[in-house]
C-alpha cells in the first residue's frame, strides 16, 4: 500500500520560511517523479513544484520561482519543499504526489498517488 505523509505545515508570517517534507512508503521511490500541489481557499488545485527521480532536475510555477526550493532523499524516501519569502497568497493546503516519470510533470492529472495534505497559512 503505498502512503505519502506530509508534515511540516503550520502558522508563519510574511517574509518567513516554513520547511514541508513528505515521507514515502509501499513504492520504489527513486524510480517516481515528485510534485508538491496547492489548494487554497474556494481554488482549484495548482501546481507548485516538480523534481526528477534523481533530484537531477526541479521545475516551478511562475508564482513561487525563487522563493521555493524542492529537494529530495532517496535514503529516506522522503521529499521536501523549502518556501521562503512566504506571502499571504501562499496560504493553501499542500500536497505531494508521485508520478512514474523520469522527468518532471506539472500535469495535476498525470499523477497516481497523493498525500492528505498539510495545512500553511502565512499571515500579513
Known amino acids: 500500500q503505498v502512503q505519502l505523509v506530509e508534515s511540516g505545515g503550520g502558522l508563519v508570517q510574511a517574509g518567513g520560511s516554513l520547511r514541508l517534507s513528505c515521507a514515502a512508503s509501499?513504492?520504489?521511490?527513486?524510480?517516481?517523479?515528485m510534485g508538491w500541489f496547492r489548494q487554497g481557499p474556494g481554488k482549484e488545485r495548482e501546481f507548485v513544484g516538480s523534481i526528477t527521480w534523481n533530484g537531477g532536475s526541479t521545475y516551478y510555477a511562475d508564482s513561487v520561482k525563487g522563493r521555493f526550493t524542492i529537494s529530495r532523499d532517496n535514503a529516506k524516501n522522503t521529499v521536501f519543499l523549502q518556501m521562503n519569502s512566504l506571502k499571504p497568497e501562499d496560504t493553501a493546503v499542500y500536497f505531494c504526489?508521485?508520478?512514474?516519470?523520469?522527468?518532471?510533470?506539472?500535469?495535476?492529472?498525470?499523477?497516481?498517488?497523493w498525500g492528505q495534505g498539510t495545512q500553511v497559512t502565512v499571515s500579513s
Open positions: 509501499g513504492l520504489t521511490f527513486s524510480s517516481y517523479a
Open positions: 504526489a508521485a508520478v512514474l516519470s523520469f522527468r518532471v510533470v506539472t500535469s495535476r492529472q498525470s499523477y497516481r498517488y
